[in-house]
């Protein structure tokens, strides 16, 4: 389903269905998402009573199959479904001047699949990332699938696209942040770019699985960073690259 346009004055603002337990649950907790219409089934009602209670949110009881008629086909919705529309997200100056930085910041350059972004946002979060900066374009958009993939940090951890990522790059510099990208020719491991580094000033840079970071992107970095891997895998998916690079930023000032 396409999503609605709500806001002609507000740019990019639109509503769009979440579904499934974990991301309904995490939206219903949000007090910035603004929620517009709730569908559950008995079952899911069940397991989705004490967030729905402590939402307010009114709801309708129905079954399985009227929730099929909402979603795209072959969505598994675990019977609930929840009418949103988009978060507020700060701007960059406004995550930079957060006093409570205490993880590496992750910039995203061109990746366009929903599922690997939302899987990147869950694992940021897991691992007390300041956030996920990314491209108005080349970048999905929230969604039913995002949320999903999120598994409902998308509604903790700020997600902001920007029109510029080099300028933020720069910006990032100025602020004393040191930039690593991750390129399969790096010309240094990854431990030799985060050594000395504070955690809370690590920007780890990433790109597409096949085009990799743009050239401009990659001039713009103080590190271009490999992960080693066995030669007959090739590079691994873009999240798990993640994964490794944040949990090593925190080993730095490892968390509780």
């Avoid at 559950?40 to 069940?46: K, Y």
């Avoid at 009114?58 to 795209?72: C, F, G, S, T, W």
């Avoid at 039913?144 to 029109?163: D, N, Q, Y």
Wanted: glycine share 8%; proline share 4%.
């Amino acid at each position: 389903m396409k999503p609605r346009i709500i806001s002609q004055h507000k740019k990019n603002s639109y509503q769009f269905w979440l579904y499934g337990l974990h991301p309904v649950a995490s939206a219903l907790a949000n007090n910035k998402r603004l929620k517009h219409r709730l569908v559950v089934s008995e079952n899911a009602l069940r397991k989705l009573s004490e967030p729905i209670k402590e939402s307010g949110i009114r709801y309708e009881i129905v079954d399985v199959k009227a929730i099929n008629h909402l979603l795209e086909p072959g969505i598994v919705h675990q019977g609930v479904a929840l009418e949103v529309s988009t978060l507020h997200q700060p701007s960059t100056d406004e995550l930079l001047n957060n006093g409570d930085k205490i993880g590496a910041l992750i910039l995203l350059d061109g990746i366009t699949d929903a599922n690997n972004v939302g899987a990147i946002i869950r694992t940021a979060e897991a691992f007390y990332a300041q956030g996920i900066i990314t491209t108005v374009r080349n970048s999905p958009s929230e969604s039913g699938v995002l949320a999903k993939a999120s598994s409902g940090a998308l509604e903790r951890l700020p997600f902001i696209k920007v029109p510029n990522l080099v300028g933020v790059m720069q910006k990032l510099k100025k602020n004393g942040y040191w930039i690593a990208g991750l390129d399969v020719n790096g010309d240094c491991s990854l431990n030799q770019a985060i050594t000395g580094v504070n955690e809370s000033q690590i920007v780890f840079v990433l790109g597409s699985e096949g085009k990799g970071l743009r050239q401009a992107t990659k001039e713009c970095c103080d590190f271009l960073v490999r992960i080693s891997t066995n030669p007959t895998i090739g590079s691994i998916n873009v999240s798990n690259a993640a994964a490794i690079c944040l949990y090593a930023g925190q080993t730095l000032s490892p968390k509780p």
